[in-house]
């Protein structure tokens, strides 16, 4: 059976939620493989809407197991709330329909406060954009091997003996910012406090999943944020702390490279970013604004404006060719509608010279002009539409353009927030 992993394209708020809800129908187990709590997920279901950060989305269908895996980062005092959040909405959370690596990294209290201050402490021009949840700083502890992890919180010797390497770390650096030591022992009450609600949900995730690949369950992969925020194949140093492209699935459960069948880029009709970094097709003018407008773009997670700009083929075909991805979902066509003139960005120009890919240098993505092709739009609604005959004449030709430039086909469009408001093409789970 086919195993999907589903990767933003762009830099993130693409539309991932709405389908990897709509792919979780037919899923059996929905991972999340990367990210934290700054992801911000929205569905809508029979009117219903649904605000999820640490949850897989498939945790609001019944019957299906929801994994958080080890390539997460986890603040298991968020994880509780939002479980207490999504259960008064109706929805049963349990070990049974969901599971924690037990190797996941824990985000504790200091890696917020570390975030936070290293963001104030910036000066103007290389303040990240951070969500100030200590998403960074816990990837940090990471991979400089201090971390607290889910399965140090079932022994108390083991999780003294990680909290005190972690704080050999952080009282340094919370003295040079002018902040106190970290109170040990509160800190170890509240570990201790979360320990008997989070270890229920403890697994092997890694044989769990293992186990479901050989019985032929399907797995589908989702990811957080968007490509372009990659670690190393995003706008560095305005990106997140992890790696975000479609490789990262199978080390962030723990399976091979060999489980993922197929992969599906999430992609917006326009571009849009939140935070800090270069944004090449950025607008700054009334369509600008009728993109933000229309397209309610205001961050899930924080409530912060998007910034909006024209589509821009050539970031897209390159977030293809890291994720390897297989197809598009393009989604939000519907905020498009009206616009007399559309523009796609189909190169960059720096310093005289023509590129077909953004630079890696910072200094000149930041300086790069981008070059315009131009389409006319359509007047009439394409909001709801769920067959191509739905569609104007000219939003298809807008469509396929796209398919040409970023050279990957369309397999979903997307015409609304509801979830059966999609056009399929290409069915990804198809044996």
């Known amino acids: 059976m086919a195993n999907v992993v589903v990767v933003g394209a762009q830099w993130g708020d693409e539309g991932k939620g709405k389908i990897v809800d709509w792919l979780s129908e037919r899923a059996d187990v929905i991972c999340r493989f990367q990210g934290g709590h700054n992801a911000g997920h929205t569905l809508v279901i029979d009117g219903k809407v649904y605000k999820l950060h640490a949850l897989p989305s498939g945790v609001v269908r019944g019957g299906k197991l929801s994994v958080i895996g080890n390539g997460v980062v986890l603040d298991p005092w968020h994880l509780m709330k939002e479980i207490e959040t999504i259960r008064a909405q109706g929805v049963e959370i349990t070990p049974e329909t969901l599971m924690i690596a037990e190797n996941t990294p824990l985000i504790l209290p200091i890696h917020g406060e570390l975030d936070r201050a290293r963001e104030e402490a910036a000066s103007k021009g290389t303040k990240i954009g951070t969500t100030g949840r200590g998403i960074g700083p816990a990837y940090e502890d990471k991979v400089g091997r201090r971390s607290v992890r889910v399965a140090d919180l079932a022994d108390r010797a083991t999780l003294e003996a990680r909290v005190d390497r972690a704080l050999q770390h952080h009282d340094p650096l919370r003295k040079g910012l002018g902040f106190e030591p970290v109170d040990r022992d509160a800190l170890l009450t509240q570990l201790t406090e979360v320990a008997d609600l989070i270890l229920p949900f403890a697994a092997p995730v890694w044989k769990v999943l293992n186990e479901k690949r050989k019985a032929g369950r399907r797995i589908l992969f989702e990811g957080a944020q968007g490509a372009l925020l990659d670690i190393d194949f995003g706008t560095y140093p305005f990106v997140t702390s992890s790696n975000v492209i479609a490789g990262q699935a199978a080390t962030g459960v723990g399976l091979g490279p060999g489980a993922i069948d197929y992969v599906l880029g999430i992609v917006k009709a ?70 007399e003139t559309l523009k796609i960005c189909v190169g960059y120009e720096l310093d005289g010279q023509r590129y077909d890919y953004l630079p890696t240098a910072a200094e000149e993505q930041a300086r790069c002009t981008p070059i315009y092709e131009e389409m006319p739009g359509w007047s009439e609604s394409t909001e709801g539409a769920r067959s191509w005959v739905d569609l104007p004449g000219e939003a298809i030709k807008y469509v396929r353009r796209i398919e040409e430039l970023i050279e990957c086909p369309v397999a979903l469009l997307s015409t609304s927030p509801e979830r059966e408001d999609t056009i399929l093409v290409t069915d990804p789970f198809a044996d």
Request: hydrophobic share 25%; aromatic share 8%; with cysteine.
């Open 270 to 339: 326009y571009t849009t970013r939140v935070g800090e970094g270069p944004f090449p097709t950025e607008l700054h003018d009334d369509d600008g604004q009728r993109l933000g407008e229309r397209g309610h773009e205001f961050g899930t997670t924080t409530g912060r404006k998007r910034r909006c700009g024209w589509f821009d083929a050539c970031l897209v075909r390159q977030t293809c060719a890291t994720s390897g991805v297989n197809g598009i979902s393009l989604t939000k066509l519907d905020v498009l509608d009206g616009f």
